[in-house]
């Protein structure tokens, strides 16, 4: 499973930090479910790690495009940060 880690700074810019393949080397835990245990341990309790569909992954993968590849990396951090907005109080 690949996500991408970003920080949102106090002015609501949001900055991406790395893309992350959460499957471990030996292939067990396909879905990084124990990367995420992990992640959630940090200071923002893992609020900064946006999950890559498969769908989405492979059109990033199909793209030779930077600008192609920024709208799609762009659309998935910012649907992650609205609905982590909305559950947030």
Not at 15 to 37: K, Y
Request: charged share 25%; net charge negative; aromatic share 4%.
């Amino acid at each position: 499973m690949l996500f991408i880690e970003y920080d949102v700074n106090t002015a609501g810019e949001i900055e991406l930090v790395a893309l992350v393949n959460a499957v471990e080397e030996d292939g067990h835990d396909p879905e990084g479910t124990a990367w995420l245990a992990w992640r959630a341990t940090h200071e923002d309790g893992g609020l900064g790690c946006a999950p890559v569909s498969p769908a989405d992954l492979a059109a990033m993968e199909s793209t030779s495009n930077a600008e192609d590849l920024r709208a799609i990396v762009e659309r998935v951090v910012l649907a992650d940060r609205a609905t982590k907005e909305e559950v947030s109080p």
